[in-house]
Structure formats: C-alpha cells, structure tokens
C-alpha cells in the first residue's frame, strides 16, 4: 500500500526537513514487510486567491487533482477523529485488508480545507486539540506512521 502526504506549503531546507526525511525513511524501509511503501510527499504551493473561501477551493481542487489515484484519503483536521497510536496502527492495517492500494494523507493550508477535499473522505484525522504548524504536522504524521508500522511489527519501538 503506497502511503502519500499531501500538503499545502513547501517544507524548506532546515531541522523540520530533515526530521521529516527521517521518519519518511523510516517508515519506508519498516513498511516493507507490511505490504507499505513508499512513503511520498507531494507539495502544492499556497493559494493567492483574496479571500479564505477561494483559496480553500482553490487548494482542495489542486490537492484532490494531485490524488486520484488514492484507494483511500484521510483529511487531517483539528476537528477530526482523535485516535491513539494503537487505533491508528488498526485503521491502517484495516485499510492495507481491505485491498486498498494508495491511502493519501491530505495537510490543509493556514485556511483548512475546501469541500472538495473533505468530500468522501474515509477518515477526518486529528493529530491533536492544539494548533501545530503545518511543517510539523508533516513531521508528526510521518512520526505516526512509522509508530504505526512498528506497532504492527511488534517493534519494541513503541511501548503503550
């Protein structure tokens, strides 16, 4: 199962960037013996349109476009479902049973998401009740994952 992050904004060079690429790595070569792999990032710039209603269409629509493919999408959203680790390992190995081939994780700009991103999506996911910058949340997403992968490993990595 091909795992994609998309996201608004560009992750630039610095300690973020790096953490990210740790955990990406990470989960790619863990995911392997899960039937996942790789994990990719797509990026879309901002939306200059004047005003948060356009640039929310304007960024859903560009991140749907980049997306269909996807067997599965789940919207990160401070609204969303709050799952623990352990959920979220039994989310995605049911989705990995389920046949789905590519589960793309979609990242919002500063505005949230338009409706064409939130339309029929699987899952509506919170990483948490605070507000996080959206690099970190690449970083914190891809953290997940790979807790998720070595939960489903029986990695000792993660222990509840």
């Known amino acids: 199962m091909r795992l994609v992050i998309a996201a608004v904004g560009r992750l630039k ?7 990210f690429e740790r ?4 989960v790619t070569a863990s995911g392997r013996a899960l ?36 067997g599965a ?13 352990d959920a979220f390992a039994a989310f995605l190995r049911g989705q990995r049973e389920a046949g789905v081939r590519s589960l793309a994780f979609l990242i919002g700009g500063p505005d949230g998401h ?15 009740r605070m507000t996080l910058p959206h690099m970190l949340v690449r970083v914190v997403l891809a953290e997940q994952l790979y807790r998720a992968a070595t939960i489903l490993s029986g990695h000792p990595y993660h222990r509840s």
């Open 114 to 128: 338009g409706p064409e991103a939130l339309a029929g999506v699987d899952l509506t996911l919170s990483l948490g």
């Open 23 to 26: 955990y990406r790595d990470r």
């Open 13 to 19: 060079e610095g300690p973020e960037r790096q953490l």
């Open 35 to 70: 039937g996942w792999g790789p994990l990719v990032l797509v990026e879309i710039p901002e939306s200059r349109a004047p005003d948060p209603a356009a640039r929310k269409a304007d960024e859903s629509a560009r991140l749907v476009a980049k997306l269909r493919d996807a």
């Open 73 to 85: 999408r789940i919207v990160l959203d401070e609204n969303g479902r709050d799952l623990t680790s």
